[in-house]
């Protein structure tokens, strides 16, 4: 196996491995809302590394915060999605724009831009996976799945300003440090 990809797979061990304290700690809980910083290490996966990776660095993360916080339940593997669509739609944006020979980092509006977008993307995968376990579990109510949705949403895009305020400088000090590696 090459160097650099020995390399990566580190780096992408340790992202996933900060997503658990990142989401469980450093996170403050507002009604139904948590804001936390558990996607910064999926926002960062998605610009220095692409898809794959940060699909893997979300799913990995959020599968341990899952057995952590809730246990072993039916719906377990439902709730890797919504963290994997956000790995997912950052990936994409940034593999897009390397096809043109830019990082979407250095695009600064077009990254807040991704990330928001994303962040929907996360909020309404949530908000069908908690509706899906709300029916298959027998507590479904449609105040308790939908009643709080556009306030979801509004802090999830406030959420994902924040992360790719941080994202951003982290990922041109990791590419300054060894480019190589990196998407």
């Known amino acids: ?6 390399r990566r797979m580190c780096y992408a061990a340790l ?7 990142l989401s469980l700690y450093a996170a403050v809980q507002v ?8 996607s910064l ?3 960062i996966a998605a610009l220095l590394f692409g ?4 699909v893997i660095v979300a799913m990995v993360g959020e599968f341990f915060k899952q ?3 809730y246990g072993v339940t039916y719906t377990t593997v439902l709730y ?3 963290p994997a669509l956000r790995g997912l739609a950052v990936g994409l944006g ?7 020979g830019q990082r979407l980092e250095e695009r600064r509006t077009l990254c807040y831009a991704v990330c928001i977008a994303a962040a929907v993307c996360t909020t309404v995968g949530n908000t069908l996976v908690n509706w899906l376990d709300s029916v298959l579990m027998g507590y479904y109510f449609p105040g308790l799945i939908l009643g709080d949705f556009a306030w979801r949403l509004v802090v999830g895009m406030i959420n994902a300003v924040v992360m790719s305020s941080l994202a951003i400088p982290l990922v041109k000090a990791l590419r300054q440090r060894n480019a190589a590696w990196s998407l």
């Open 1 to 6: 196996m090459p160097k650099m990809n020995v």
């Open 15 to 21: 992202l996933a491995a900060m997503y658990l304290p």
């Open 31 to 38: 009604g139904n809302v948590r804001i936390s910083f558990g």
């Open 41 to 43: 290490p999926v926002v």
């Open 51 to 54: 898809p794959v990776d940060a």
């Open 67 to 69: 057995i952590l916080t």
């Open 80 to 82: 890797l999605i919504p």
């Open 94 to 100: 940034a593999l897009a724009l390397r096809g043109r």
